[in-house]
């Protein structure tokens, strides 16, 4: 369900809450790799608040991130929440002390994962819990019944509000769905990686968000030259386009663009916001990914 909002792209209905489309990842706020504090305590402070300052009700983290220091900065910045805030969070992979993600997916580790992540943010219950799947190289086979079940457990106790599922195939996404309802699906996905294509449209009838990351990643330099080609003539950013073309791609689509500055923040939003691609523009970014 699309609706109007001052941000580019409206909102979509997650679940029992209802989010902007342009939304907020907070990935970023930690230090380098996601490990440790960030340089400027003060300035990623300033960027969550500024964040919802512009209207943007989605916030993505995860207590992974740090560990721990970017939900802490999450709360500090805007703790009592918004009413109208909801903040997704991931559970499934831990971190070492070389900055790995080894998984943590079995039930014990999930639950304290959720309770970690109540604890950091400062909360009853968490509004999105999105379940991580595969790896760094992407989505791994296998079931995710176990893991899953264990959340729709908590769900039930009232920890958690909606689940959605991260980094998983399909075949992984739609034996989640056998399970407990998912309002969302964060994979990765952007003009050079389109590998779910159909999943995006599926999903998108079944009335579930798509949530892509990396918006930028993995792109050749052939196909960065093709992005900037157009952004140049568009007079915009290859990241204000990439943007645009997800949210044109399909209405299901929510966006995490992260960033660690308050002037970057601002130019994602009005950068998307003033883009509007034609048809002829679409055609020449699809080829991209060809």
């Known amino acids: 369900?699309?609706?109007?909002?001052?941000?580019?792209?409206?909102?979509?209905?997650?679940?029992?809450r209802t989010a902007t489309r342009f939304g907020?990842?907070?990935?970023?706020?930690?230090?380098?790799?996601?490990m440790g504090?960030?340089?400027d305590r003060d300035g990623a402070l300033a960027v969550l608040r500024e964040a919802v300052e512009q209207g943007i009700t989605h916030i993505d983290t995860s207590d992974a991130y740090g560990p721990r220091i970017t939900?802490?900065?999450?709360?500090?910045?805007l703790h009592p929440y918004p009413?109208?805030?909801?903040?997704?969070?991931?559970?499934?992979?831990?971190?070492d002390a070389e900055g790995g993600w080894p998984t943590a997916r079995d039930p014990e580790s999930l639950r304290r994962q959720v309770h970690e992540n109540l604890e950091s943010l400062g909360t009853d219950a968490l509004d999105l819990v999105n379940l991580r799947m595969g790896d760094a190289t992407g989505p791994q086979r296998g079931s995710i019944a176990e893991a899953f079940e264990t959340l729709a457990d908590l769900q039930q106790q009232g920890l958690i509000r909606n689940l959605g599922v991260s980094n998983v195939s399909a075949e992984q996404a739609f034996e989640a769905q056998k399970i407990a309802p998912v309002v969302c699906v964060q994979n990765m996905y952007n003009l050079a990686h389109r590998d779910d294509d159909e999943l995006v449209d599926r999903l998108a009838a079944d009335g579930i968000a798509y949530v892509p990351f990396f918006p930028l990643g993995g792109f050749s330099p052939l196909q960065a030259g093709?992005?900037?080609?157009?952004?140049?003539?568009?007079?915009?950013?290859?990241?204000?386009?990439?943007?645009?073309?997800?949210?044109?791609?399909?209405?299901?689509?929510?966006?995490?663009?992260?960033?660690?500055?308050?002037?970057?923040?601002?130019?994602?939003?009005?950068?998307?916001?003033?883009?509007?691609?034609?048809?002829?523009?679409?055609a020449e970014l699809n080829s991209i990914g060809t």
């Open 226 to 282: 093709a992005l900037s080609s157009v952004a140049a003539r568009l007079e915009a950013t290859s990241m204000s386009v990439a943007l645009a073309w997800l949210l044109q791609r399909s209405e299901n689509i929510l966006l995490i663009p992260g960033t660690s500055r308050v002037a970057h923040l601002r130019e994602n939003i009005t950068g998307v916001a003033a883009l509007r691609l034609s048809d002829e523009d679409v």
């Open 71 to 77: 939900n802490q900065l999450i709360r500090e910045a």
């Open 83 to 95: 009413e109208r805030l909801l903040i997704a969070t991931k559970v499934g992979a831990g971190r």
């Open 24 to 34: 907020y990842g907070a990935m970023q706020l930690a230090g380098p790799w996601a």
């Open 37 to 39: 504090p960030p340089d």
């Open 1 to 16: 369900m699309n609706i109007a909002s001052p941000l580019p792209g409206g909102t979509w209905k997650l679940g029992d």
